[in-house]
Nanobody, 128 residues
Framework: QLQLVESGGGLVQPGGSLRLSCAAS???????IAWFRQVPGKEREGVSS????????YYLDSVKGRFTISRDVFENTVNLQMNSLKPEDTAIYYC??????????????????????WGQGTQVTVSS
């Protein structure tokens, strides 16, 4: 059974950086991974995804050029490097996994309903 654990959240000033990490209990070779975020009273929002078969990546428009998703095969983690953080990036960030599915197009990979496995989340607060 796949279990996911996020780490790396915290408090950072606007313009700062954080690196989130999603660690898995079993190999991620057969799973596609995404990062989501949620603030109270709002729906969970897809931030970025990475496909296992070809490494293709997809980003929410508002984070393009600032966030980078990557997979560390040796450490069996998926990381989210977040630069130039803004107060509106404040949220609980979750990583999620679905069994490898190469045919899903990029934009659809940010839909929470596709994902079967979720971590417990890590809080990111961007404030001065």
């Amino acid at each position: 059974q796949l279990q996911l654990v996020e780490s790396g959240g915290g408090l950072v000033q606007p313009g700062g950086s954080l690196r989130l990490s999603c660690a898995a209990s079993i190999t991620l070779d057969y799973y596609d991974i995404a990062w989501f975020r949620q603030v109270p009273g709002k729906e969970r929002e897809g931030v970025s995804s990475i496909a296992t078969n070809d490494g293709s990546k997809y980003y929410l428009d508002s984070v393009k050029g600032r966030f980078t998703i990557s997979r560390d095969v040796f450490e069996n983690t998926v990381n989210l490097q977040m630069n130039s953080l803004k107060p509106e990036d404040t949220a609980i960030y979750y990583c999620a996994a679905l069994p490898r599915h190469p045919s899903i197009p990029g934009p659809r990979r940010l839909r929470a309903a596709l994902y079967d496995y979720w971590g417990q989340g890590t809080q990111v607060t961007v404030s001065s």
